[in-house]
């Protein structure tokens, strides 16, 4: 099984990307897009992130045999609902985000009898919408595909080969266990991003000029996280709370022993606490999930 006529539905970054993509990678495969802005599906049209753009989501899904919605996740079920009834019978629905459990929560309400198989490319950067958007976003990045109990085993193959074509590289587990590992992995580093520059946004006696002025390489990365799409981590935030707050306990634990070390003088520990945390980085590196180059390579299209 194959897809031949995919429904984008949202058209920023991760929706824009991934119309990109098909027609770089899948060529004989067609695509339609919708998004809820009209100003976003203008410039969608001029950019050509999709084959047509479409005035309501139900044109865009009406002849779709996979439909991947890429909206905020708080947003996952209403968006499904515009659609609903133009959904094509035996269509495959998926979506990119980022907690899974809430949203295949959202698509089965929205979607009742509908195959629906949540995914969540691990790809991104801190720009957004329409004109964010490049093909080679997913290319050696990984794709979570979380399939309920009971997904039809030939639609999760198809959703496999469909983000491998794109340059992905697919991994499948609960969408429990998904929830849990990106809590730490990637929803509590844009928390304390976003912490970290709000409190020096907010410190008394030094001025908003010079935390710019004197920001080094590692704030100068906070902020680039802290830059991502509030709508979005706001969503991220609320969905998966119970892992997300699960994590930063333990986060805090661990940064309350550091204060402690930091206090009474223990190098040793210290030493030893930034030894093993630096081999997380050299594994990353290793796995080809990053790079040594200055600003690890990044470039206006950088990955997150």
Not at 26 to 34: D, E, R, V, W
Not at 86 to 103: E, Y
Request: glycine share 8%; hydrophobic share 45%.
């Amino acid at each position: 099984m194959t897809f031949q006529r995919i429904a984008v539905i949202g058209l920023g970054l991760l929706g824009g990307s991934i119309g990109l993509a098909v027609r770089e990678h899948l060529p004989s495969a067609s695509t339609t897009g919708y998004d809820a802005d009209p100003a976003t599906r203008a410039r969608a049209g001029d950019r050509q992130l999709v084959d047509k753009v479409c005035e309501t989501a139900a044109d865009a899904v009406c002849e779709a045999d996979l439909v991947v919605i890429c909206v905020p996740v708080g947003a996952m079920g209403e968006a499904a609902a515009e659609f609903a009834a133009a959904l094509p019978s035996g269509a495959v629905v998926s979506d990119v985000g980022s907690s899974k459990q809430s949203v295949a929560a959202a698509l089965e309400a929205a979607l009742p009898g509908v195959a629906v198989i949540p995914a969540h490319p691990v790809a991104g950067t801190e720009r957004s919408g329409p004109d964010a958007g490049f093909a080679s976003l997913f290319q050696q990045r990984w794709c979570i595909i979380t399939p309920p109990e009971g997904a039809d085993p030939a639609n999760v193959a198809a959703l496999s080969q469909f983000w491998e074509a794109l340059g992905a590289r697919v991994e499948v587990m609960t969408a429990s266990h998904h929830d849990m590992v990106l809590a730490i992995t990637s929803h509590l580093p844009h928390l304390i991003a976003y912490t970290i520059v709000g409190t020096a946004s907010d410190l008394e006696g030094v001025t908003e000029s010079e935390v710019i002025k004197y920001s080094a390489g590692g704030f100068r990365d906070f902020t680039r996280i802290a830059a991502s799409d509030p709508t979005m981590w706001r969503d991220v935030f609320l969905t998966n709370k119970d892992a997300v707050l699960e994590m930063l306990q333990r986060f805090t634990e661990d940064l309350t022993a550091l204060q402690r070390a930091i206090r009474v003088g223990d190098g040793e520990q210290l030493f030893e606490h930034f030894a093993r945390t630096r081999e997380i980085r050299r594994s990353i590196i290793e796995l080809g999930q990053d790079d040594t180059r200055p600003d690890f390579g990044r470039s206006d299209h950088g990955n997150s």
